[in-house]
């Protein structure tokens, strides 16, 4: 149950502080700070959609799956 919370903390947390820090850090406006803060969790989403998709194509391992996909995310 704390993890479920602390969970909730973060996301809320994202949602309300990432506008901020993209339009402070890399100098971008607010309409696509606001626009970037929306696609992220979208973004999220399709990743999980492909690597399921390459789960059930290639291995049914977890492990081997994991250590392919922090290769890919390294190179």
């Known amino acids: 149950m704390l993890a479920v919370v602390m ?12 506008q901020a820090y993209l339009s402070d850090v890399f100098s971008l406006s607010n ?13 999220s989403i399709f990743s999980a959609y492909v ?3 390459v789960r059930n194509k290639l291995c049914c391992n977890e492990l081997k ?8 995310a390294v190179g």
Do not use: C
């Open 7 to 18: 969970q909730g903390f973060l996301r809320d947390g994202i949602a309300t502080w990432m």
């Open 31 to 43: 309409e696509i700070s606001i626009l970037t803060t929306v696609i992220l969790p979208i973004f």
């Open 51 to 53: 690597i399921l998709a």
């Open 65 to 72: 799956l994991a250590g392919m996909t922090f290769l890919t």
